[in-house]
């Protein structure tokens, strides 16, 4: 597999070389951060000077027949998974000369890389790794999707725990002529046995795959012994006659290990059921994150957090000249209120980018981070000899457009974040990126603000958005507009101005326009504040709002 192409002396990506595009879809290209076999990532940012990671897929993918239309299809139910530790896919072109995708910038290494350059994991983060990827498929399967190519490069680390990239992508290669000759689509020592056989996959050939990460993130080793790619496939593909050895497991890992690495896809362990059965195992939440990984890695992701704040530059741009004044962009964000702890910017200002061409748009969704954005590779089983080490590129973010229902973990208090005043209340989290998307078709879906997630047929949330009828947004808490960003602005706000119970979708764009601030008591008796940073045209009634939202609980 091409892994990553290079790194810059400030750990952002590597330069531009003369054979790379300066812009695309109206996005300036800033630096090269990944290369694979479907294609280059590239990494850009929005006027606002947020990151964004797109994708350019090769020419010979992109004019192959059939490649345009899965793609299509492809991203288009990525796009419509919601939940814990997913790096959604926010925005995508098929049109163009070449195709292109972008995704949701997450803080983070691969678990490839971690494990390269530090070793194993210990076995508190093993479980609390497993378990929340467990979590990741459980929302992709849900949308119906089956990631196909769940590996250690698949799998990024950072301090609000894993997230999984790349989901559902892989399936777009199978209608291109790359495959049609006894093609198989994914990486040979992360497959499953009906994978590696070239028979139909479903949900339980992710949970075979993670099985086999965590094994290798425990120890080092592939429980399948030693060999090639092609060689550990093999031996896959045969588990039905010829196990691997699980004894030299932990004991707390080892059954885990087991319900995941059966031959019959029906007796493995479900997704849902082995983020339970982790978390049971660590003794912890697993939505608490304080020092789940080693001090070597809590150290190179502040360093890569830092590399990420200072854009790589491209040499051959001396004067980037004046903004345009339109682009994939941001509506610039209200400073803090004098009353909160200043924080620097995320991000300085870099030069824009030109006006987009494509009907569809992408929306910033991170904060500082380096990122890593895999790049799907296509296997033959007859390249022999080929490699697949699970190297990864980076990438994520969104510049302007159709919001992502992904929203990271569910928050956990920090101490050292929670910040507090006369108002009785403490920090949550602050600023998290969360997009309140119309649903597709004639459905309702409810936002669950203290989680925070999009979640659908679970009424008694805090919002309500119906494309039925006309479509609208109904408020299940009273919801008013607030002045300021401090939790005694907000508070005011929430209880004296009341918006009303139900906005029809063609009255949302001028009761809740860019810049307004959202704030309710939530049902768990939180105060949050939503920030409406972007506003775009979706497929159905109601507009696609980019928010920040920030969570606060008593004392």
Known sequence: ???RSGMSVNGAGERLRAEDPREIAGYRLVARIGEGGMGTVYLSRTRGGQPVALKVIRREYGSAPGF???????????????????????????????PWLASVFVPGLSLHEALAAHGPLPLPAVLQLVGCTARALTAIHAAGIVHRDLKPGNVLLSDQGPYVIDFGIARAADATQLTASGGVVGTP??????QALGDPVGPAADVFSLGLIAAVAATGRHPYGEGGALTLAAQIANTGVRPPRLDLYDDRLRPLLERCLSADPGARVGAGELAALCEKAAGRSLNDFAGWLPQPLTEELA?????????????????????????PTFATAPT???????????????????PRRTRTGLVVAGTAMAVVLAVVVTWTVAKAGSTADGRQEKGEGKPSGQPSHSTGPAPTPSASAAASDDSGYTVVFRDR??????????????????VPQVVQDTPGREIQLSEISGGGWEFYTPMGKSAGKTPQQCLQGAQSDVLPAEIKAKDLRGTLPVGALL????????????????????HGNLPDYATRLTLWQKR
Do not use: W
């Not at 830092?306 to 339109?326: E, L, M, N």
């Open 68 to 98: 345009r239309r899965r793609f299509e299809q492809e991203v288009q139910a990525a796009r419509r998974v919601q939940g814990y530790h997913v790096v959604p896919v926010v925005d995508h072109d098929t049109t163009g000369e070449q």
């Open 1 to 3: 597999m091409g892994g």
């Open 433 to 450: 990126p969360f997009a309140l998307r119309s649903p597709s078709g004639a459905n309702i879906v409810e936002a669950d603000l203290d």
């Open 189 to 194: 020592q992360f497959m499953s046995p009906e």
């Open 303 to 327: 360093a890569r957090g830092r590399a990420a704040r200072t854009p790589t530059p491209d040499p051959t741009v001396t004067d980037p000249g004046p903004r345009p004044p339109h682009g």
């Open 519 to 538: 704030c309710t008591i939530t049902t768990d008796k939180r105060l949050a504040m939503l920030e409406v940073t972007d506003i775009t045209t979706s």
């Open 336 to 354: 803090a209120a004098p009353t909160e702890a200043p924080t620097p910017p995320p991000y300085p200002p870099t030069a824009p980018a030109a």
